[in-house]
């Protein structure tokens, strides 16, 4: 079996995690660049990266990166590359772009040529000027940075934040894909206590029993190349049955979540049960203000409001003084928070142990980190 390359994309800040998702799947060669790891991997590779990668955005089967600088480079360069080796004579493709730093900066017109170049490439293959288009569906990207194209196939279709568990959510939700990095980041494991006291939809709580459970993330849902003939069926069969067995059914999780909102809990339980870990997870109706426990070395991790509405911040910084007031006297436990305010630290009263910049869709924030002491060993 030939070997090809994938990047999966991510948003930025959480590289570092997809990369190391990556390696723990198995596979080498893997680079990191701004917003992408690109890895070596084969055909087979393609169903089971996009149903275990928990924190990329989506993934990208690689056909050929080059410089461009004129528009007749990106169409030779373009028609040079195997297209036909993966759209059939009836197949159906867009083209989106996007440029940044780059002689070629009309996107519209980038798009326009990449898509002219295959067109031909393909008529040559299949000896046709003509195109019926009722087959499978393929999305090409040209990317142009700094004058280097790079041109790929969507593997995934829907972005891989699309679990297919979230049938409904409150206001404000969070990526399931940052979610499940946010987890990834903290010292959060299967044995010990996790407390998210502002679960709104269920995200957080909902991505830890996920991975405390070994659940791949995209065990319920469909990708745009199970559709694509190259991709043999069995290969898609094996993945989501290998994916089925490795569910850790009998790990028992201690993950309790809480909100203010009794609506947001009625939808978080919900979401839950669409996943199939409503057993593991305890939701409640509850004020943070409240919040009291005889554990020990437990982990709370969080997206609380951040008061981005006028006349809401006010209100959003007496309550990060007052959760700081609160998580501060758990010694023992570890506190991660998620938020876009820049003065959290001082309305918390702790500087935090570690801060790092991410972004929750398109709102830059920062993911505050205070640990508290390992638990000791059994």
């Given at each position: 079996m030939s070997e090809i390359e994938l990047i999966a994309t991510s948003t930025f800040g959480l590289e570092s995690v997809v990369k190391k998702e990556i390696i723990d799947l198995g596979y080498k060669d893997v680079k990191v660049e701004n917003g992408k790891v690109t890895f070596s991997a084969e055909e087979k590779d393609i169903p089971r990266v996009n149903i275990w990668l928990r924190s990329a955005d989506r993934v990208f089967l690689k056909m050929g990166e080059f410089k461009a600088i004129t528009f007749e480079e990106l169409f030779e360069k373009t028609k040079a590359l195997p297209w036909e080796e993966w759209i059939t004579e009836d197949g159906e493709f867009t083209v989106v772009g996007k440029a940044v730093d780059s002689k070629l900066m009309s996107v519209p017109d980038c798009q326009a040529i990449v898509k002219k170049a295959v067109v031909e490439k393909l008529k040559t293959k299949y000896h046709t000027e003509w195109f019926k288009e009722t087959g499978a569906k393929f999305t090409i990207q040209v990317a142009l940075l700094k004058d280097i194209a790079t041109l790929t196939i969507d593997t995934s279709g829907e972005g891989l934040h699309k679990r297919g568990y979230r049938e409904s959510s409150v206001e404000a939700p969070i990526k399931e894909t940052l979610a499940a990095a946010l987890i990834n980041l903290s010292y959060w494991n299967h044995e010990r206590i996790l407390v998210d006291p502002f679960c709104g939809s269920g995200t957080i709580p909902i991505e830890a029993a996920m991975i405390g459970k070994n659940i791949a993330p995209g065990i319920q849902r469909s990708f745009a190349s199970e559709n694509w003939p190259r991709i043999n069926k069995e290969y898609w069969k094996e993945a989501k049955i290998n994916a089925r067995k490795a569910i850790l059914q009998d790990r028992k999780l201690n993950i309790k979540a809480f909100d203010i909102d009794k609506e947001a809990?009625?939808?978080?339980?919900?979401?839950?049960?669409?996943?199939?870990?409503?057993?593991?997870?305890?939701?409640?109706?509850?004020?943070?203000?409240?919040?009291?426990?005889?554990?020990?070395?437990?982990?709370?991790?969080?997206?609380?409001?951040?008061?981005?509405?006028?006349?809401?911040?006010?209100?959003?910084?007496?309550?990060?003084?007052?959760?700081?007031?609160?998580?501060?006297?758990?010694?023992?436990?570890?506190?991660?928070?998620?938020?876009?305010?820049?003065?959290?630290?001082?309305?918390?009263?702790?500087?935090?142990?570690?801060?790092?910049?991410?972004?929750?869709?398109?709102?830059?924030?920062?993911?505050y980190q205070y640990y508290g002491p390992r638990p000791p060993k059994k």
């Open positions: 809990i009625e939808i978080s339980k919900e979401n839950a049960f669409e996943i199939g870990v409503d057993d593991c997870i305890d939701f409640n109706v509850g004020n943070v203000l409240d919040f009291k426990t005889h554990e020990k070395y437990g982990v709370i991790i969080s997206n609380p409001p951040y008061g981005e509405r006028l006349g809401n911040k006010e209100k959003v910084e007496e309550l990060y003084t007052k959760i700081g007031k609160i998580f501060r006297q758990l010694d023992t436990w570890s506190i991660y928070i998620i938020t876009s305010n820049e003065n959290f630290e001082k309305l918390y009263g702790q500087k935090a142990d570690r801060k790092r910049k991410l972004y929750n869709g398109r709102i830059k924030v920062d993911y």
